[in-house]
């Protein structure tokens, strides 16, 4: 970069810094299905209670962050992981971990419309993204779930109505981008802390096992219904595989299910050899211009 055009990038990020330090921040960075934000109060008392004397929590379906970023920010343990397997996830929160302002900066000059919006789903579908720089891409994710139908998926998602909420107060979605910039610079004070893994679940629960963690695992929805939410899908066989998985491990674990889940035989003998502390959470999930709601249950291992 050139020396005139560096000292102007430099000082156009100084800007924005300061601009969005007077800002409030938003509390999560971009919708994600599946995102526990809805249940984050009752969640956070569960893992209080069930990571009592624990030393380390790890996340092991990342997906939105809001879990980790919570438990990090409220010195809840030594130790925080945030793992996803997704890698434009996982790059994502690396970026703004590393380098708030470069994300931010980028983030602040991208047009918040449709026709960019689908430029980008197509530069994900394609795998053009990966050409982009690194803090491009991070800040087109984030607008690309931010504005996209409940956080879903390229081939669920939609371009997010201007009014979504129905509750008299017209908060148009472009409108909340500048909290989500704010929300950037407090997200990377808290994550320098965070322990921020790339791994399958497997290999991140072997990695991690130990008497003294508490594993918090979320998996992408399986139920027929509900495919398609995902970049990656998660199948019937990879659920038996964690759940057998969590049978065997030295720590405790706290699992969220999709209710429909029930409906497998093998699911319901693994809840019934656990406690399930809460139930009937209601989590609402875009399908296109149709808003469902899928109920989840919450079990803590019984050891």
Known sequence: MPQGVSRAWAAFKSLVARH?????????????????FKILPALLGAIGRAGAGAAAFVEVFGGSGITSYNVAARGMFR?????????????????????PGEVAARLALMPCSRSWWRRVAVAIRTGEILRWDRYERAAALILYHKLAYGGTSLRKAG????????????????RELDGV????FEWARVWRGVAIENLDFRD??????????????DPPYVHPRHRGYYMAEFTEGDTRELLELLEGIRGRFILKLAADMLEYGF?????????????????????????GEVREILLVSSR
């Open 20 to 36: 969005y330090a007077a800002r409030r921040p938003a509390r999560q960075v971009f919708r994600y299905p599946g995102s526990d």
């Open 79 to 99: 130790v925080v992981v945030y793992n996803d397997a997704n890698d434009l996830l996982v790059e994502t929160f690396t970026a703004i971990r590393e380098a």
């Open 159 to 174: 371009f997010i109505r201007p009014y979504v909420y129905g509750d008299g107060r017209d908060r148009a979605a472009c």
């Open 181 to 184: 910039i704010a929300a950037i």
């Open 204 to 217: 991140a629960v072997e990695l991690y096992d130990s008497a003294a963690t508490l594993f918090y695992c």
């Open 267 to 291: 699911v319901r003998r693994f809840v019934e050899r656990h406690r399930v502390t809460r139930a009937a959470y209601s989590s609402s999930v875009h399908h296109g211009r149709n808003k």
